[in-house]
């Protein structure tokens, strides 16, 4: 495990939301954190932080050890989408890990993904253009042979 549990969750949801296009108003500022710089990055992090009055702390609850919540329960649901957001992309920037936020490599697909990988090899944001990717270069050889 690269980053904490909790962490690594926010890391999905968010690429999910980025490519899924639901919250119509935070997408397009997740969206951003794929193709800046750490110093980008970092403002566009607190921004988010500030805007929703966050307030981490410690909780436990659902079978989860401590983790930390920076909103209330009652907080708006797109409130609580961009802090949990905000505070993986805080843990991402201060391990230097940006470069692990990356934009799948197939030509027809711009889906962002978070390389969790021990050797920090994903290319694909999922199995769908893997396979087409995969299948296009066997076909692409086979007939050139």
Known sequence: MIFAHDT???LAAAAALVNTGQFKSLRPRLAQLWEMTEDEAADLV???LKEANALPQLVKHDGWDYHLHATSPQAPLADRMAVEAAMAFADVIR??????LRVCAAADCDDVLVDLSK???RRFCGLTCANRV???AYRS???AS
């Open 134 to 136: 995969n299948v296009a």
């Open 46 to 48: 607190n921004t988010l």
């Open 141 to 143: 050889r086979r007939s």
């Open 95 to 100: 391990t230097g890990e940006l470069a692990r």
């Open 119 to 121: 050797n920090r090899s």
């Open 8 to 10: 690594e969750v926010s």
